[in-house]
């Protein structure tokens, strides 16, 4: 079964800096991977996606994420976090077969002005 | 358009009673989903539809029932409510492949 990991319940970031959420999976073969975003109160939505064209895959509001084969790793960036970014990301993986998601535990932003 | 709607956004109940949420979609989409998020954020897949046939459906207590009269629509009937029921339900679709899915916006359910 496929599985998803989230390092990092909690981040922390200063308004202006780097934001870097991690996500592994385990997959012998590579899956499509998803980041969704939660704000509070809110349904979750696509922040981007990896179908297997460009590793880098740009999404929203000025996120990213890098798809690293060999690390099995699909992290999410943005170079300077703003305050609207605070809220809870999800990494989610799907399997090239079947319907069914691997969400990851989430993990929650905040950025401290 | 809400590409997908969920009904009732909020619903408080007491302990014992039978309650439904109901989800639409309008995308065209053939499957379906329910979702559990609880306290903690964690996100539990409950049961997938696809084109009105169930086809995933995880280990939940057989309080919870689903319906899918049609394949735009998937229904969560909840019998006999119990306080570990206290969650967000969420519904969502899916084209497949590698389309993502598209969330509702939720029913937050409080069981007193």
């Known amino acids: 079964a496929q599985s998803v990991t989230q390092l990092g319940s909690h981040v922390s970031v200063s308004e202006g800096a780097l934001v870097l959420l991690r996500c592994n999976y385990s997959?012998?073969?590579?899956?499509?991977l998803f980041w969704y975003v939660q704000y509070p109160n809110q349904g979750l939505q696509l922040l981007l996606k990896y179908t297997s064209a460009a590793t880098l895959v740009k999404g929203i509001n000025g996120f990213e994420a890098e798809f690293k084969k060999s690390e099995t790793s699909f992290h999410l960036t943005k170079p300077s976090a703003h305050m609207s970014d605070a809220a809870e990301y999800f990494c989610a993986v799907r399997p090239n077969t079947g319907n069914q998601f691997y969400f990851g535990t989430g993990t929650s932003l905040t950025v401290i002005p | 358009d809400t590409a997908v709607s969920q009904t009732p956004k909020y619903l408080v109940t007491q302990m014992g009673n039978d309650k439904s949420i109901k989800c639409e979609q309008n995308l065209g989409h053939d499957t379906m989903y329910w979702y559990k998020q609880d306290s903690k954020k964690f996100l539990k897949i409950m049961f997938s539809?696809?084109?009105?046939?169930?086809?995933i459906n995880e280990t939940v207590p057989n309080r919870f029932s689903p319906k899918s009269p049609d394949k735009a629509h998937l229904n969560l009937h909840i019998n006999s409510l119990e306080l570990g029921d206290s969650a967000v339900y969420f519904c969502?679709?899916?084209?497949?492949?590698?389309?993502?899915?598209?969330f509702g916006s939720g029913t937050r359910l409080t069981v007193v």
């Open positions: 997959s012998s073969v590579p899956p499509y």
């Open positions: 969502a679709s899916s084209q497949g492949g590698p389309y993502g899915y598209t």
């Open positions: 539809y696809n084109n009105k046939e169930l086809i």
